[in-house]
């Protein structure tokens, strides 16, 4: 099995993403997480439905669409729900006045 995943609040993934898993700060820095690269991976997520008297079990599949950001060495952070967020974000920006 997998080690767990860490997840960060929205507001933290970018500061996050510049610690190590030993919290040393990352070298160098990933300034902006919009300049890395976006890409997509399509999963599949599959229930068999109850048959119906007589008839077969049918397996119904729905697409996942997952978001990552490919940046500097090798790093690879999921993105999904930070997409949206980060554009909210642009297009509301909250006042500190």
């Not at 970018?14 to 690269?37: E, F, H, M, V």
Request: include cysteine; charged fraction near 20%; glycine fraction near 4%.
């Amino acid at each position: 099995m997998a080690p767990p995943t860490p997840t960060y609040p929205l507001s933290a993934l970018t500061s996050q993403i510049n610690t190590l898993p030993s919290g040393k700060p990352r070298k160098p820095p990933i300034a902006d997480l919009t300049t890395c690269p976006l890409k997509a991976l399509t999963q599949y997520k599959c229930n068999a439905e109850k048959p119906k008297a007589g008839k077969k079990p049918m397996i119904v599949c729905a697409p996942v669409v997952r978001l990552f950001r490919e940046c500097a060495n090798g790093l690879h952070v999921e993105t999904t729900v930070w997409e949206g967020w980060n554009a909210d974000q642009k297009a509301y920006p909250t006042r500190t006045e």
